[in-house]
DNA sequence: CGTACAGTTGAGGAGATTCAATCATCGTGG
DNA sequence: CCACGATGATTGAATCTCCTCAACTGTACG
């Protein structure tokens, strides 16, 4: 029967073999062999709210989590309680890797819409990592990737205008949701203003003071969280041509 | 002979096991069989002047550099050409680690002083991961950090004002210091204002105003690099005052 | 239909930058 | 040994970007 009938969550929340997003999720150069095996160690289907927690700062680190659909954001509370957006994650995306090895989680994720995530947990892991060797490779890859993106926000934030700020989030949502092969010129924004600003380092009302000189610009097209992007290019240009203004004009 | 009369490198550059940094680098609970393996594929003693560099941004990926003496700096060349400074390393700190399984190094470390580090190559390293299990798991645990750095920084350069930054630079080198059971309170910056500035995203100008505005608060005493804190307390208020002055005044 | 929340827009102000000049420090060569 | 240039660091004045405060608009939802 097991066989035959399939039960309603594996109706919903197929295994990595049929998940459309695995070539994101978990692109290893596995055969299905070691994916039938990471099935069994992944927990599919956990159906989240907008607002509900995926785990929580400080929390016992127990897994990794795989979105498959929604949207997530991440957030640290620092000591004096203020929050700090660290993040968001769209389906294909793996949210924790910053945690792995740790005791605890560093920050909180919350579903920014109704999301599913998978569970990747990562004691069981450890111990079938010497089973399927690239997995602990792939691991890290996606860490060094994640300390990659950590550095270009950064330097977006220590050195951008709020422009250029705000063009490059768009541009990194738009590709984002290019890779899913949805559409990177007209996408709904899954965050409110306040968690754009938050993450940017703005004011909420720069970043609608922003959007819409884009809008008047020619650049986007924005009605609330809707956006289109009229052209990319124009978006691009803008986000090295600071320098050289600053050249021709010195 | 060779076992009778160490050569001048071998007493300059003893292996991990004699190592003073070796908690700090590789603090990891192997036993000393273990350290002497690993002491065979790590290459000490490499020296390099102030400016020279340790490895080069794209350059093809092989190995992490441990700092054993000396301090070293970070950055990234973005398209355009400017340069971002994405961290300082000391003694007992690992440089490279973002991009370990990637192809190329995601940036360019050179040295800030004269420095000898240890490299760590890293394709031998996956060999006799099986055989050291620890040490996989170690340096994840140490991407973990860095990606907390990352982000601690990226709240530091979102949020916090141009005080909050220098303060907390200069506890995080106090600190990094005491760590080596060097002086928290005395010590010299490794780097000049502009590589500072560059870092936290301040210009040079700023930099200096602010320290001199410290000294006059008889919070530090800085003369050119070197820097004596006299009041530990003091900087620390300045990291989570801000709110509280929003909040009263609000 | 009104309340709550998200987003937009305007005016004023604070903090950091930029530009420019000065001062200090250090290694170099006369 | 000192003068010299070069680089790094400091200080001042003017400017600018973005923030804060405030009012207002639109939208979702009871």
Known sequence: MKNQIPTATALMNPGCNQCSLSKLCIPIAVNSEDIDRLDEIISR??????????????????????????????????????????????????IGLDSIHMNQYSGTATALERTRVCEIPLGQLDEIADEIPGLQHHFMHL??????????????????????????????????????????TEYRLPMPRSDIGNFLGLAVETISRVLTRFQNQGLVKVRGRDVEILSLEGLKGLLSHETECKRTSA
Chains 1, 2 share one sequence.
């Open 143 to 184: 860490m060094s990737q994640e300390i990659r993106d950590s550095r270009q926000l950064t330097l977006l934030l220590s050195k951008k205008t709020a422009e250029e700020r705000i063009a490059s989030l768009l541009l990194s949502l738009s590709s984002r949701f290019s890779r899913r092969r949805l559409s990177g």
């Open 45 to 94: 289907g956990r159906v989240l709210e907008r607002g509900e927690r995926i785990f929580e700062q400080d929390a016992p680190f127990t897994s990794c989590y795989a979105v498959r659909s929604g949207a997530v954001k991440t957030y640290t509370l620092s000591s004096d309680g203020e929050e700090q957006v660290t993040g968001f994650y769209l389906p294909g995306e793996v």
